[in-house]
């Protein structure tokens, strides 16, 4: 299954080997959404946002498990432990449009 999250760009360049955000250590997980829920993640939280991307995770190739915990109506993905960079099959940058928000492309089948 394909997880998304979304990083600051910087953050994503220092990762070697490995991609560690910032809450995994505050909050014990990684938060990620799924591909359907990414657009609202984006606009409720990075809207006007720039320097961000999109990070494509293979749940297969994760060492680490995946919890899924209810917000909002709905239940969200979250990594609980480092994502090995064999997990990641893709980055892509993000940006909002003109007016701050951001519309996500993607298929979500």
């Not at 760009?9 to 250590?25: E, F, I, P, R, V």
């Not at 919890?67 to 239940?75: L, M, R, V, Y």
Request: charged fraction near 20%.
């Amino acid at each position: 299954m394909e997880l998304l999250h979304i990083c600051k760009k910087t953050d994503w360049l220092q990762a070697q080997g490995q991609y560690l955000a910032a809450s995994l250590a505050s909050e014990g997980f990684i938060h990620c959404s799924r591909p359907e829920q990414i657009e609202s993640v984006a606009n409720r939280y990075y809207a006007g946002q720039s320097g961000l991307v999109l990070l494509h995770i293979d749940s297969d190739r994760l060492d680490a498990i995946v919890k899924w915990e209810a917000a909002d109506g709905e239940e969200f993905p979250h990594i609980c432990g480092p994502i090995s960079l064999e997990a990641i099959t893709a980055v892509e940058d993000l940006f909002p449009g003109e007016a701050g928000q951001f519309t996500y492309p993607g298929d979500p089948d």
